[in-house]
């Protein structure tokens, strides 16, 4: 099945959410290694050049993850879920959707902001233009290094929102026994839970 049901997501949901989850870990570990290194190396250049293009496909899967939530909602929560989880796993959602905005545009409004104007060419492939950045705390550099702040930032408390998802799916595997995680790792239709 390609679309959500009340019980079970669909094979373009379940897409979307692991390979967005695969481009989460991959796109920390390239900014933290590459930031970690000198920057002079053309090896550097290349790991950067390496997670602005992830970042933008990133963006793009994001954009569309959104627009296909908005035309095919997600399956019911569990009716013996406690109001209190519902709401945690409503905002926890929430959160993961905007960072997942917001952690690309950070990075690209960041090198928009550099004084360096390095082009962005997604795969050697795709240019992407620059986005306008006003020029306030006191120039380029210093945007650049407050937008680079923000980034990294947002990065960890992704990481952390993540860490929170991945225990709650595992709670209710293994201490609620729902069919909560079940049903992002299986096509099969969930089992109904009252």
Same mark, same amino acid.
């Given at each position: 099945?390609?679309?959500?049901?009340?019980?079970g997501?669909?094979?373009?949901?379940? +897409?979307?959410?692991?390979t967005m989850?695969? !481009?989460?870990?991959? %796109?920390?570990?390239? *900014? #933290?290694?590459?930031?970690? @290194?000198?920057?002079?190396?053309?090896?550097t250049?290349?790991?950067?050049?390496?997670?602005?293009?992830?970042?933008?496909?990133?963006?793009?899967l994001?954009?569309g993850?959104?627009?296909?939530?908005?035309?095919n909602?997600s399956?019911?929560?569990? +009716?013996?879920?406690p109001?209190?989880?519902? !709401?945690a796993?409503? %905002?926890?959602h929430? *959160? #993961?959707?905007?960072l997942? @905005?917001a952690i690309p545009l950070?990075g690209w409004?960041?090198?928009?902001?550099?004084p360096?104007?390095?082009?962005t060419?997604?795969?050697n492939?795709?240019?992407?233009?620059?986005?306008?950045?006003p020029?306030?705390?006191g120039?380029?550099?210093? +945007?650049?290094?407050?937008?680079?702040?923000?980034?990294?930032?947002?990065?960890?408390?992704?990481?952390?929102?993540?860490?929170?998802h991945?225990?709650?799916?595992?709670?209710h595997?293994?201490?609620?026994?729902?069919?909560?995680?079940?049903?992002?790792?299986?096509?099969k239709p969930?089992?109904?839970t009252?």
């Amino acid at each position: 099945m390609l679309r959500n049901t009340r019980t079970g997501y669909g094979a373009i949901a379940i +897409a979307f959410h692991w390979t967005m989850a695969a !481009l989460v870990f991959v %796109l920390f570990a390239l *900014g #933290l290694v590459m930031t970690g @290194l000198p920057q002079t190396d053309p090896f550097t250049f290349a790991l950067y050049q390496l997670h602005k293009s992830l970042g933008m496909t990133f963006l793009a899967l994001a954009v569309g993850r959104l627009a296909w939530r908005a035309v095919n909602p997600s399956p019911r929560l569990p +009716a013996t879920m406690p109001r209190l989880e519902r !709401l945690a796993a409503h %905002l926890g959602h929430a *959160g #993961l959707y905007a960072l997942m @905005l917001a952690i690309p545009l950070s990075g690209w409004l960041m090198v928009s902001a550099s004084p360096w104007g390095i082009p962005t060419i997604v795969f050697n492939v795709l240019p992407v233009p620059h986005l306008p950045v006003p020029e306030v705390l006191g120039g380029k550099a210093e +945007a650049e290094a407050t937008l680079k702040t923000v980034h990294e930032l947002l990065g960890w408390f992704m990481l952390a929102l993540v860490a929170l998802h991945v225990a709650a799916a595992l709670k209710h595997h293994f201490i609620t026994r729902d069919a909560v995680l079940t049903r992002m790792t299986s096509l099969k239709p969930a089992r109904q839970t009252t």
